[in-house]
């Protein structure tokens, strides 16, 4: 059974300090968690962790896994600053972006974060705008269908990611010439995957293009990406990955396809978001109407503006009930919110325990692509974000956005 990483006692108070709706984060879980991939990696020299700063893009959340040894992975402009602005500046940088404008590419080599090209037509582009750097990444998209067994697990040949092989090759060889001197190799070929064999096949596909990219072009090959999609359990029946068993399967890959080409000296890094930070943030909500028609509503004051997932994907997002984990799961509800879309649900026909008005709903796991997929829709406004800190104290670490927010980008000069 899922159990929020806090008390209805805790949450009683928290709720007392910052109007719900929320978001609240578990600094405790998110260290620990970090850590269990640190170790999990650490056969490998100079392994590290760029956190994928669109899955939770809070300063704060940065400043933690800053603490823990993590980078970051941004791609846009913004995500650039938010991570200038904690002080992950350099190759602590990875910038893995696609259809990217010429200010990205300059404000990635002023902070000298290590670049991720996801086209071969990028080089020339980067060349004219920013110029080459000595290190540079190129993104892997090796076309198909990626199964692992007979398991299909995404289809890369629709992808609109990445440079085939001979693009790789060719790409390499020309950034050569134009002054790159460390190469990497990055792909990202399924998201939220449920199996610890997932980093292991891709890291064996990677492996195998490293040594025939560096046969073909002989460059030095520096770093492999594994990039995100460890997945999480959103359903109380789930299993948690394995990180150790992952970080092992890697590991012998490594040391069959690596090691014998003279390769034991390639750094692995990953950029992972959902599995950096989904457990660990909850959406704290609460029950304001309910509504008997044809089926049974309950309609809280969080919409899909602050969760986008159930209405985008169908996702399965688990709810807890404060107080009444252990009452019968008797009431048929869909929960919703207020947006003027019926797919504005966080639940549908979900067995819940009875629900008053008044009560608070915990919506689990949205710690990462949670709040960072908000919007205004309806004129709705974005939440704040809590952060539950070691010690069991809370700071706001985003305040709710206001009306004069909304209202910040019209120039109503004149008309008041
Ligand atoms: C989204 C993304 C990630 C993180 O993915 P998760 O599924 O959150 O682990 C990492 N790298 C790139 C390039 C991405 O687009």
């Known amino acids: 059974m899922k159990r929020p990483f ?8 928290i709720v007392a300090k910052y109007p719900t709706p929320f978001h609240l984060y578990d600094e405790r879980g998110i260290r620990a968690n970090a850590r269990q991939l640190m170790e999990a990696f650490d056969w490998n020299e100079g392994y590290k962790e760029y956190f994928a700063v669109k899955a939770t893009p809070n300063p704060a959340i940065l400043q933690i896994l800053k603490e823990e040894g993590c980078g970051t992975d941004c791609s846009s402009y913004t995500e650039l600053l938010m991570s200038k602005a904690v002080g992950i500046t350099g190759q602590d940088i990875m910038f893995s972006s696609n259809v990217t404008p010429a200010e990205d590419f300059r404000l990635a080599r002023e902070l000298g974060a290590i670049i991720n090209l996801d086209d071969y037509t990028h080089i020339d582009f980067l060349n004219e705008v920013a110029g080459i750097p000595e290190t540079i990444s190129c993104r892997y998209n090796p076309g198909g269908t990626f199964s692992i067994s007979t398991f299909v697990m995404d289809q890369p040949g629709d992808a609109k990611y990445g440079m085939t092989y001979e693009q790789m090759r060719d790409g ?22 449920k199996t610890n064999e997932y980093y292991p096949e891709l890291a064996r596909i990677l492996f195998e293009v490293a040594v025939s990219l560096k046969k073909d072009t002989g460059v030095d090959i520096g770093f492999i990406n594994l990039s995100g999609g460890i997945g999480v359990p959103y359903e109380p029946d789930q299993k948690a990955a394995d990180v150790q068993s ?9 040391e069959k396809i690596l090691v014998p080409a003279g390769m034991g000296d390639v750094k692995i890094f990953t950029e992972l978001g959902r599995y950096m930070l989904a457990p660990y943030g909850i959406l704290v909500t609460r029950a304001m109407h309910e509504k008997h028609i044809y089926k049974e509503y309950i309609g809280v004051d969080a919409c899909a503006a602050n969760l986008m997932r159930p209405a985008m994907y169908g996702a399965y997002h688990h709810i807890t009930v404060m107080g009444k984990e252990n009452e019968p799961h008797d009431h048929k509800y869909d929960v919703t919110g207020g947006l003027c879309e019926n797919n504005d649900k966080f639940a549908v026909d979900r067995m819940l325990p009875k629900i008053d008005k008044g009560d608070l709903l915990v919506l689990h796991d949205t710690g990462a692509h949670g709040f960072a997929m908000g919007y205004n829709y309806n004129g709705k406004l974005r939440s704040a974000e809590v952060l539950l800190k070691e010690d069991g104290s809370t700071e706001l670490i985003r305040r709710a956005e206001e009306p004069k927010d909304y209202f910040a980008t019209f120039d109503f000069t004149g008309m008041f």
């Open 6 to 13: 806090v008390s209805k006692e805790q949450l009683e108070e």
């Open 172 to 193: 390499f060889i020309k950034l050569g010439k134009l002054g790159a001197k460390k190469f990497g190799i990055h792909a990202f070929l399924a998201s939220n995957t």
């Open 246 to 254: 992952i970080g092992h399967g890697v590991k012998k890959a490594y």
